[in-house]
Structures are given as C-alpha cells and as structure tokens.
C-alpha cells in the first residue's frame, strides 16, 4: 500500500505527489471538462429507443440512465465530440454549438 | 573475490544477472548484442530468474521497463545509438513518472551516414532526459557501475532511472580482467527494490502519468529536477559505500576510491585534460609519458555526467591554468558539449583558465596517443581555434 502523505510535497505552495501519482477515486470526477466543449448533444427523447449506444461508446462516461430507462449526458464532463450523434440509430442526438 | 578474464559486455551481463531484475525487455542492437545475448542465455538456462520480454522495437522494449517499474518490481534494459534514439519520448516519459529503470548504454555513432562504432553522440544527446548517467573507462567500472546503478536509482530520495554509458567496442568488446565478487554480498549491498509511490495492488488502485494541467505541470517538473540535483549526494554515498565494501582487487582496473570524478596526476598540474569513457586510458599513458619529460599535465576524468558534478568539478581544477576538453559528441553550432559545460562551472572562477574543445574518435576513428600528444602541444602553445577536429 502507498502511503500517500508521504509521497506527497509541498512546492511553490502546492502539494503534489512523487511521478504525479494519483489516488484514482475520484480524480476524474474533481476536473470537469466540459468547458473544452463547443458542441453540445441534445436528445430527442420523443424519437428514443433507449438502446444505450450513445452511454456504451461515449469516451468519457457522461451518460447516464434516468429513472425512466433513457440516457442524459452530463455536461459537466460532456467534451462535445459527438460520437453519441454519430453511433444513434436513430439519430435523435443533435450536436448544438454551444453560443446557440 | 572472483578474478576472471572476460569481455567488458559480458561483465556488465554478470552483474545484472547478480541484481536478479524482476523484468528485462531489450531488442538487440550492434554493439549492446553480447551483454542482452549473455542475458537471455543465463534465463534460458535457469540462471536467472527474470521475466525476459522479447519485444518488436527500443520503444517497446523501454516501454515494457515502464509498464513493469510502474509495477514496483525492478526493471533493466541495454540499448545503443539508434535504439536509445528510437526511445527518446520514453525516456522523459520514465523520469517523469519517477520509475527507476536502469540501462547499460553502449555508446555508437548516430546515423547518417550509418556507422556501428563508437562516440558519445547517442547518450550526450539525451542528456535532458531526466536519467542519471555515469561514463565507465574500464570493465571493472562497467562491472561496478552496473551494480550501483541500481541502488541510486531505487534509493527513496532519487527514484530516477539510470544508464551506464560503456564505449561499444572499443570496450564493450575488449577483454579484461575484472574481479566479479560475489552474489552474497551484491545482495547485501543492493537490497530488493522496495517501491514506495508506484505499485500493482488491487486493493489500491492507482492513476500513474496522468495529464499535467498547466496549473501542476511546473511543479511537478521541479521536484524531478530537485531530485536530480540532489542525486548527487546520495551517488556519493553509494560510491563511498561501494568503495568500503569491495576494495580494488586488480590493480588500475578503477578508482582506488569511487567519486563523481577521478583525478589522474592532477595535484601539481598546470595544464589539464577533460574527458569520459575508455578514452582516459589512453589519456593517462599520454600523461606518464609527458610527465617523464617533465611536463605538468593531468587528466580530470568524469564518472558522473548528469547530474553534472559542479563542485567535485571547481574542486579538481582548480589553479589550472590551460584546459583541453576530449570529446566525442557535438552539439552542432555550438561546438563541443562537454567543453561547454566545464566552461560555464569555471565561469567567474579565480583563475579564468583556457578551455579548448578537441573534437574526437567520431563513429570509431582511433583516438591514438599521437592524437593527444598534440593536443597537449596545442593547447600548451596556444595553437589552433578553440574547437579543433583531430581527423
């Protein structure tokens, strides 16, 4: 086991850990990209099937299921690329600049 | 104590083979061949018990030792000239990530024109990678160096990766005497690895080489180049340590001591050589010989390169009044890399000595006593430019 507190230092006032080694939980949910985004999905959950291509390809695990079986993309991690447009079915995913 | 007659290649192989590393991936390149060749010998024939990865490529093969140091378990890799090119992203890459892997270096020209013998080109033009390097003159000190290497790298305040840097052929290929001690006290000497900030374990999973975002980036940088610099005291240990340890056994094959440098007929000099690697041999027969004529010249040679030894290297020449750097890699427009570098530790020194580059033994040209007598007359008389060829 790493005994992080050691590893860890303090330089120009911040702490950081020997060769950037991070504890995994959580690290990737503290740094949100979705900023880098300048398109955005939306969904069409009239046109739906619920089929979950756009939750099993998105590269950065944004989607998620609701309660009534359908995927919302979170847009906090969202970076835009639009694989989930591009993998629909049935194309219900529209990619929208963001300024729009 | 075990005396034997063998190639300097074939040494480093029984050194390595005595650290017991728990991975070694290699490819096998012209004229690293004999010690990798030795090295799968010994784990074909159950001698050894590492994992040996026989990869498609330098990259791989270097990537393979990151991927296993990344473990926590203790990785080795050998390579030359166009493989530690075929590297160079990864050596950032494993000095970044503070995995220490270590490497035998067997120095080759660069390509092109394609050429398979010796200069320093290969190792020199890595020298901002972040890895400590050590420049060997004799078997013994590739022996003796292939064992401490180790114990510098793991030790917990460097946890940086390492080469030691042997001239191919014109050592890796020569038989000499070397003392191989034995396994019983390397072990004692170099301990196992134990890793403190990179392991393999389920029960606490990790993100290694993770983005750097500009608001970390810089940081983390200086802590790996503190470490460097700070690697110098702990090489000190272990040289001292070593030098306690397994005192010399054949007479002229290293260091009576081990340091960053070793001083040869230096305490009265007035006019002093500069080099590293199998040269300083040849160097020092120059330097009795000029000595029998009563000429007051010496010869600083370099062990440690990177990190650069300032102090040991202000200390040693100091009152010197003329310096002649050998070396056998350039940076080209600038001049000669080493000269450099001496130039700028002995800036604003009291002295001010002459520092001239002597550009030599490129892609295998013989650096003959001839060569060096008349450097030692250049540089006496002030002839030439300051960055001579010596064809």
Not at chain 2, 21 to 47: C, K
Not at chain 2, 178 to 201: G, Q, S
Not at chain 2, 279 to 295: A, H, P, S, Y
Not at chain 2, 325 to 343: F, H, N, T, W
Request: charged share 25%; proline share 4%; hydrophobic share 35%.
């Amino acid at each position: 086991m790493i005994d992080f507190e050691k590893v860890k230092q303090t330089v120009g006032g911040k702490k950081i850990t020997l060769g950037a080694v991070l504890k995994s939980d959580g690290s990737t949910v503290a740094t949100k990209t979705g900023g880098w985004r300048s398109l955005r999905p939306v969904t069409d959950f009239s046109k739906c099937v619920k089929c979950g291509n756009c939750w099993t390809f998105c590269p950065d695990a944004s989607y998620k299921k609701n309660e009534k079986g359908y995927f919302e993309v979170n847009l906090d991690y969202c970076k835009g690329c639009g694989i989930c447009s591009e993998v629909c079915p049935v194309k219900c995913i529209s990619m929208v600049r963001e300024e729009k | 104590m075990t005396k034997k007659v063998m190639e300097a290649s074939h040494a480093i192989a029984e050194a390595i083979k005595m650290i017991e590393p728990d991975v070694i991936a290699a490819y096998p390149i012209t004229p690293q061949t004999h010690i990798v060749e030795r090295l799968s010998d010994f784990v074909a024939d159950g001698e050894l018990k590492s994992q040996y990865i026989n990869v498609d490529s330098e990259f791989s093969a270097l990537s393979a030792c990151i991927g296993a140091s990344a473990t926590g378990c203790r990785a080795y890799s050998s390579t030359s000239s166009q493989g530690l090119a075929l590297m160079f992203e990864l050596l950032f890459i494993t000095s970044g990530m503070r995995l220490p892997v270590c490497m035998s270096e067997v120095n080759r020209a660069l390509s092109a024109p394609i050429n398979i013998w010796n200069d320093h080109q290969d190792a020199i033009s890595c020298r901002d990678s972040g890895w400590l390097q050590f420049y060997v003159e004799t078997g013994q000190e590739a022996f003796d160096l292939s064992l401490m290497q180790f114990k510098i790298s793991e030790d917990k305040d460097v946890l940086l990766p390492s080469m030691v840097c042997m001239d191919g052929f014109t050592l890796s290929h020569v038989y000499e005497p070397v003392d191989i001690t034995t396994k019983k006290l390397v072990e004692d000497f170099v301990p196992r690895y134990k890793p403190v900030h990179a392991v393999l374990d389920p029960e606490q999973p990790l993100t290694q080489g993770p983005i750097g975002f500009p608001s970390e980036y810089m940081e983390i940088r200086y802590a790996q180049c503190a470490a460097l610099n700070n690697s110098i005291k702990t090489i000190e240990k272990v040289f001292k340590g070593f030098s306690d340890k397994f005192p010399v056994q054949i007479k002229n094959s290293r260091p009576e001591r081990y340091y960053h440098v070793e001083e040869y007929q230096l305490h009265d000099a007035e006019i002093a050589f500069v080099a590293m690697g199998s040269m300083c041999g040849t160097i020092k027969d120059v330097v009795d010989r000029l000595r029998n004529r009563g000429e007051k010249v010496g010869l600083l040679k370099l062990i440690t390169y990177r990190p650069f030894p300032k102090d040991a290297i202000k200390k040693s020449l100091k009152g010197i009044k003329k310096i002649a750097v050998l070396e056998k890699a350039i940076s080209p427009g600038v001049g000669g890399v080493l000269c450099d570098e001496i130039a700028g530790v002995l800036y604003k020194t009291d002295t001010q000595p002459d520092i001239r580059s002597f550009i030599v033994g490129f892609g295998g040209r013989d650096v003959k006593l001839d060569h060096i007598e008349k450097i030692y007359e250049m540089t006496k008389n002030d002839k030439g430019s300051k960055e001579e060829w010596m064809f």
